[in-house]
């Protein structure tokens, strides 16, 4: 006979026990359905591969190929063959150095069906640009007005070996080596051997240099040969380099000195020297200033007619003309802005005009 008394802890008498609470074995078994699900995800996850599409979609507009893995997008452009010709779509990875996207458009958006890039500048050669994936419709929009979009639609390509040939920017290699569907166990950029492993497939090709100096930057210094960081730093003077801008401008100071030819014809002789002066000068100073450019030298320069200059009047006055020369004072400058290893101005309509 067992005596109550002499029961301790969980043995006691089960009538006197109370009973689980039924949310808590929902719980219970609801954490272990959970849990099993994770598991069977990592197991898929570990166990697939994001599929390599290549779709071709122009011979000769901005977009060329349209490269898909997963969410992750490239464009390639191979008929560029002057300067940098692939660009990187991607949600996964942060901090896209600027050149390394379409004209430094923003990603909007970027997942397995579809990409948005938009551009923040109201003066942009392209505006907006929109790829779906199921249908493969592509559409560009331009800035300028009256221009209307392109629109195409994107074909299945099996060129993907001219492609990964000819990108020079960001390579073919990022997608191929990114292709686990868990998204966490691919590798980054940022991580070396990775980063090496770009940097080896793009180093020989033409115009390769940004993808370089990202590649190699993007490691510390301790971490490259001695060899690497003098590449790095020769590929980031000369992105620097290309990036700057100097150039002259010639400023009117006003005065001028003039001749004629017939007495008469002296006053009018004057208002066409002060004229043609005045036109002389294309822009000022003020205005690149504002726009960050520096005054690294200035020097006085006359600029003259050399010879007589001809103005015709077809109304019969000074017997159909006058001849004039005209001596101009001014200054010309030398202004010059430092540029950065980014090209900031690539989807500026002006530089398209």
């Given at each position: 006979?067992?005596?109550?008394?002499?029961?301790?802890?969980?043995?006691?008498?089960?009538?006197?026990m109370?009973?689980?609470?039924?949310?808590f074995?929902?719980?219970?078994?609801?954490?272990?359905?959970?849990?099993?699900?994770?598991?069977?995800?990592?197991?898929?996850?570990?166990?697939?591969?994001?599929?390599?599409?290549?779709y071709?979609?122009?011979?000769?507009?901005?977009?060329?190929?349209i490269?898909?893995s997963?969410?992750?997008?490239?464009?390639?452009?191979?008929?560029?063959?002057?300067?940098?010709?692939?660009?990187?779509?991607?949600?996964?990875?942060?901090?896209i150095?600027?050149?390394?996207?379409?004209?430094g458009?923003?990603?909007?958006?970027?997942?397995?069906?579809?990409?948005?890039?938009?551009?923040?500048?109201?003066?942009?050669?392209?505006?907006?640009?929109?790829?779906?994936?199921?249908?493969?419709?592509?559409?560009?929009?331009?800035?300028a007005?009256?221009?209307?979009?392109?629109?195409?639609?994107?074909?299945?390509?099996?060129?993907?070996?001219?492609?990964?040939?000819?990108?020079?920017?960001?390579?073919?290699?990022?997608?191929?080596?990114?292709?686990?569907?868990?998204?966490?166990?691919?590798?980054?950029?940022?991580?070396?051997?990775?980063?090496?492993?770009?940097?080896?497939?793009?180093?020989?090709?033409?115009?390769?240099?940004?993808?370089?100096?990202?590649?190699?930057s993007?490691?510390?210094?301790?971490t490259?040969?001695?060899?690497?960081?003098?590449?790095?730093?020769?590929?980031?003077?000369?992105?620097?380099?290309?990036?700057?801008?100097?150039?002259?401008?010639?400023?009117?100071?006003?005065?001028?000195?003039?001749?004629?030819?017939?007495?008469?014809?002296s006053?009018?002789?004057?208002?066409?020297?002060?004229?043609?002066?005045?036109?002389q000068?294309?822009?000022?100073?003020?205005?690149?200033?504002?726009?960050?450019?520096?005054?690294?030298?200035?020097?006085?320069?006359?600029?003259?007619?050399?010879?007589?200059?001809?103005?015709?009047?077809?109304?019969?006055?000074?017997?159909?003309?006058?001849?004039?020369?005209?001596?101009?004072?001014?200054?010309?400058?030398?202004?010059?802005?430092?540029?950065?290893?980014?090209?900031?101005?690539?989807?500026?309509?002006?530089?398209y005009?």
């Amino acid at each position: 006979m067992y005596n109550d008394k002499n029961l301790e802890g969980p043995c006691k008498d089960p009538v006197k026990m109370k009973l689980l609470k039924p949310q808590f074995v929902a719980a219970v078994g609801a954490r272990a359905i959970s849990a099993g699900v994770v598991a069977a995800g990592l197991i898929l996850g570990l166990g697939s591969k994001r599929k390599i599409e290549l779709y071709s979609c122009s011979s000769d507009q901005d977009i060329e190929y349209i490269l898909k893995s997963g969410p992750e997008y490239l464009i390639v452009n191979p008929s560029r063959k002057w300067g940098r010709n692939s660009y990187l779509v991607s949600k996964e990875t942060n901090s896209i150095p600027k050149n390394w996207l379409l004209l430094g458009m923003s990603i909007e958006k970027a997942d397995n069906k579809e990409f948005e890039l938009n551009a923040s500048n109201p003066n942009a050669y392209i505006g907006n640009i929109i790829f779906k994936h199921e249908s493969l419709g592509l559409e560009v929009k331009y800035g300028a007005k009256g221009v209307k979009p392109w629109k195409a639609i994107c074909k299945p390509s099996a060129q993907i070996a001219k492609v990964q040939t000819a990108a020079n920017n960001i390579p073919v290699e990022y997608l191929m080596e990114r292709r686990n569907n868990l998204s966490f166990l691919n590798p980054s950029l940022g991580q070396k051997n990775f980063n090496l492993f770009l940097y080896n497939a793009i180093k020989t090709k033409e115009h390769s240099t940004y993808g370089i100096y990202q590649l190699l930057s993007g490691l510390t210094t301790s971490t490259l040969t001695g060899n690497e960081n003098l590449i790095m730093q020769a590929a980031r003077e000369d992105l620097i380099k290309a990036n700057s801008s100097e150039f002259q401008i010639w400023e009117f100071a006003g005065t001028y000195r003039y001749n004629w030819q017939i007495s008469s014809e002296s006053n009018e002789a004057n208002m066409n020297a002060g004229t043609w002066c005045r036109e002389q000068q294309y822009s000022n100073v003020a205005a690149y200033t504002a726009e960050g450019f520096k005054v690294v030298s200035s020097s006085p320069e006359v600029r003259s007619t050399v010879g007589w200059i001809r103005r015709d009047y077809p109304d019969g006055r000074f017997s159909g003309f006058v001849n004039y020369r005209a001596e101009c004072d001014g200054v010309t400058y030398t202004l010059k802005k430092e540029g950065s290893v980014d090209n900031e101005n690539e989807n500026d309509l002006r530089q398209y005009n």
